[in-house]
């Protein structure tokens, strides 16, 4: 069994307690793309789910066929498919030693402009402190397949001396569609990002004002945005609960568990966490567990939720 199937069956065992970040991610996105558990790749539509699939994938091949071969497989042109390829690093030197374009090959992650990003992110050091159990990274990369700087969120893990990763572009940035609400993890996401997108066009008070409006709230779909003052955690935009907008308050579930506390550590620039804990459902107004994506852009978190069995 593979690791991150080990990662799915640890992750459904605390699911209603507040789950790590990384290791809620891998198990929900594998559970909504990958049914069977053996091989069979994810829609390319559900990018997270298949984006770890394939570095999965390279760690297998890695693994079978030895460095040389793993590295030479990766460095061809022919193993990239459109926007989605892997890139290896030695994960002692932190430099690239395979890539389809050549041309990045020998670059380091920490001293080279490979690890700073158009926007002056510098994700290479957080590439390269990846261990074994993988981590996410949201950056500003080159797309192969549209020649554009888009956002992209990485998945990279360390297997013996190397890093691999591979990463998926912004489903807002570029021609996929959304997803199927019936992938919640996947339509969670794509919702945070359509947010994201909307605060980065049209700035924080038309995006606080989109979504404080009743036309936001589909369901018990909406788009909630918290703005960090002085340590607190003030709601600033929520369809579904207009009379918490402008208060701050405990963020403590009914289970007890502190989830306020842990959207408050959403680190900036991240590619941002799951967090599960009880709250309203809008349409029975009753606790129900849901399933939390945030991302952090400086003091406003943006976070969409799915709640347990409804869709």
């Given at each position: 069994?593979?690791?991150?199937k080990?990662?799915?069956?640890?992750?459904?065992?605390?699911?209603?307690i507040?789950?790590?970040?990384?290791?809620?991610?891998?198990?929900?996105?594998?559970?909504?793309?990958?049914?069977?558990?053996?091989?069979?790749?994810?829609s390319?539509?559900?990018?997270?789910?298949?984006?770890?699939?394939?570095?999965?994938q390279?760690?297998?091949?890695?693994?079978?066929?030895?460095?040389?071969?793993?590295?030479?497989?990766?460095?061809?042109?022919?193993?990239?498919?459109?926007?989605?390829?892997?890139?290896?690093?030695?994960?002692?030197?932190?430099?690239?030693?395979?890539?389809?374009?050549?041309?990045?090959?020998?670059?380091?992650?920490?001293?080279?402009?490979?690890?700073?990003?158009?926007?002056?992110?510098h994700?290479?050091?957080?590439?390269?402190?990846?261990?074994?159990?993988?981590?996410?990274i949201?950056?500003?990369?080159?797309?192969?397949?549209?020649?554009?700087?888009?956002?992209?969120?990485?998945?990279?893990?360390?297997?013996?001396?190397?890093?691999?990763?591979?990463?998926?572009?912004?489903?807002s940035?570029?021609?996929?569609?959304?997803?199927s609400?019936?992938?919640?993890?996947?339509?969670?996401?794509?919702?945070?990002?359509?947010?994201?997108?909307?605060?980065?066009?049209?700035?924080?008070?038309?995006?606080?004002?989109?979504?404080?409006?009743?036309?936001?709230?589909?369901g018990s779909?909406?788009?909630?945005?918290?703005?960090e003052?002085?340590?607190?955690?003030?709601?600033?935009?929520?369809?579904?609960?207009?009379?918490?907008?402008?208060?701050?308050?405990?963020?403590?579930?009914?289970?007890?568990?502190?989830?306020g506390?842990?959207?408050?550590?959403?680190?900036?620039?991240?590619?941002?966490?799951w967090?599960?804990?009880?709250?309203?459902?809008p349409?029975?107004?009753e606790?129900?567990?849901?399933?939390?994506?945030?991302?952090?852009?400086?003091?406003?978190?943006?976070?969409?939720?799915?709640?347990?069995?409804?869709?």
């Open positions: 069994m593979s690791n991150v080990l990662t799915v069956l640890a992750g459904l065992g605390v699911l209603g507040g789950l790590a970040a990384a290791a809620l991610v891998v198990g929900i996105l594998a559970l909504a793309g990958d049914d069977d558990g053996d091989g069979d790749a994810p390319q539509a559900n990018g997270p789910a298949y984006t770890i699939w394939l570095v999965e390279a760690v297998a091949y890695y693994e079978a066929e030895g460095r040389e071969a793993a590295v030479a497989h990766y460095s061809s042109p022919e193993s990239r498919d459109g926007p989605w390829y892997v890139f290896v690093f030695d994960a002692e030197s932190s430099v690239l030693i395979g890539h389809f374009n050549e041309e990045l090959i020998g670059q380091s992650l920490l001293t080279d402009p490979l690890g700073t990003d158009a926007t002056g992110y994700f290479g050091s957080a590439m390269a402190a990846a261990d074994e159990g993988g981590r996410w949201t950056y500003v990369f080159l797309n192969p397949d549209t020649g554009e700087q888009q956002r992209k969120h990485a998945w990279v893990v360390r297997s013996g001396g190397l890093l691999f990763g591979s990463g998926w572009y912004d489903y940035s570029h021609a996929a569609p959304a997803p609400k019936t992938n919640a993890p996947a339509y969670t996401i794509w919702l945070v990002e359509q947010a994201l997108e909307r605060y980065e066009r049209e700035g924080i008070e038309a995006t606080i004002d989109h979504y404080n409006s009743p036309e936001a709230l589909d779909w909406y788009v909630f945005v918290l703005e003052r002085d340590g607190e955690l003030y709601s600033v935009a929520n369809s579904n609960r207009p009379d918490i907008v402008g208060t701050t308050r405990e963020r403590i579930d009914a289970t007890g568990f502190n989830y506390e842990v959207f408050a550590a959403t680190v900036d620039g991240g590619a941002g966490q967090v599960s804990y009880l709250f309203t459902h349409e029975t107004r606790d129900a567990l849901k399933h939390t994506w945030i991302v952090r852009r400086g003091d406003f978190l943006f976070g969409v939720g799915w709640y347990d069995g409804i869709r």
